[in-house]
C-alpha cells in the first residue's frame, strides 16, 4: 500500500474538514463563484484523484498478493471512498446554508475514517 | 409557496448521514452474511435489519411527502429502540455476539452515530411537520 497516498489522503481529507467546519460555524454556503470556495473544491477534487489512484492501485495489489486480508470488505472500501465523496460533494453544492458545507464535512471525515481504515486492514501490524 | 421539507437545512445533512450508514450498513451486513454467516448469525442479520432501517428513512426523508414522513416516524422509533436493546443486549449477553454489529454497544463502534441518528431523525420530522 503506498503508505506515503494514504497518509496525504488522511491529510488531506482533514485539512478539508477543518476548512469545511468554518463554513458551517460562519454559516456560509458554497458560493462557486468565490474565491476561497474554489480553492477548497480544487482541495476536494486532488483528494479524490488520489482515492482513485489509490483504488486503482489497491485493487491491482490485492489481486496479485498472496497477503490473507479481506478482500470484499478492502476493495468495498477503496471504491465506497470516492463514491461517497463524490456524491457528498454533488449534494453539498445545491444547499444554500451552513448545511451545503455540513454535508461536505460529513463526506470529507467519512473519508478520513474509511482511508484510515484501509490502511487498518492492508498492515493490521502497523 | 414554500413547505418545510424534509431534505433541505440540516435536514440535509440528517440524509447525508442516513445515505452513509445505510451504505455502510448495508455493504457490512452483505459481506458477513455471503462469506460468514455462521459465525455470528444472530449479529449479522441485525446488522442487515439496520441497513434495512437506515435505507428506509433515508428513502423516506428524501420523499419528504406525509405518508414517508408517517413511515420514517416509526422506522426511527423502532430503530431506536433496536439500537437501545441491542446495545444492552451486547453488552449484558455478550456470547450472542461473537462478532459485532452496528448497533453493538450502543454503536460505540460508530461513535455513537447510531444511537443520536434516530433521536436526531424524530426531531427533525417534528420540526418540520406543518400545522
Redesign the interface.
Known amino acids: 500500500m503506498i503508505d506515503v497516498l494514504s497518509t496525504a489522503l488522511i491529510v488531506a481529507t482533514l485539512l478539508a474538514a477543518a476548512w469545511l467546519t468554518v463554513y458551517v460555524a460562519l454559516g456560509r454556503w458554497l458560493e462557486v463563484s468565490k474565491r476561497d470556495v474554489l480553492a477548497l473544491l480544487a482541495l476536494v477534487v486532488a483528494v479524490l484523484i488520489g482515492l482513485i489512484v489509490q483504488a486503482v492501485y489497491g485493487v491491482v495489489a490485492v489481486s496479485t498478493a498472496g497477503r490473507n486480508i ?1 478482500s ?2 478492502f476493495v ?1 472500501y477503496l471504491i ?1 471512498t470516492p463514491v ?1 465523496l463524490i ?2 460533494a454533488y ?1 453539498s453544492l445545491t ?1 444554500r ?1 451552513r ?2 458545507p ?2 461536505l464535512l ?2 470529507c471525515v ?1 473519508a478520513t475514517v474509511m482511508v484510515v481504515r484501509l490502511h487498518q486492514i492492508w498492515s493490521p501490524h502497523g | 409557496m414554500a413547505e418545510a421539507t424534509t431534505k433541505s437545512g440540516p435536514g440535509r445533512a440528517l440524509i447525508a448521514l442516513y445515505v452513509l450508514f445505510a451504505i455502510a450498513a448495508t455493504s457490512r451486513s452483505a459481506v458477513q452474511i455471503a462469506t460468514k454467516f455462521s459465525e455470528a448469525p444472530l449479529a449479522y442479520v441485525l446488522s442487515a435489519v439496520a441497513a434495512v432501517m437506515y435505507i428506509v428513512a433515508t428513502v423516506g426523508l428524501l420523499r419528504g411527502d406525509s405518508v414517508s414522513r408517517r413511515i420514517v416516524t416509526v422506522s426511527c422509533a423502532v430503530e431506536l429502540a433496536g439500537v437501545l436493546i441491542v446495545g444492552a443486549l451486547s453488552l449484558l449477553r455478550p456470547a450472542w455476539f461473537p462478532d459485532a454489529t452496528v448497533w453493538s454497544e450502543f454503536g460505540i463502534g460508530y461513535m455513537f452515530i447510531p444511537l443520536v441518528l434516530p433521536v436526531l431523525g424524530l426531531l427533525w420530522l417534528r420540526k418540520t411537520a406543518t400545522r
Open positions: 479481506e470484499a470488505t468495498a465506497g461517497v456524491l457528498a449534494w444547499e446554508s448545511w451545503g455540513g454535508v460529513i463526506g467519512a
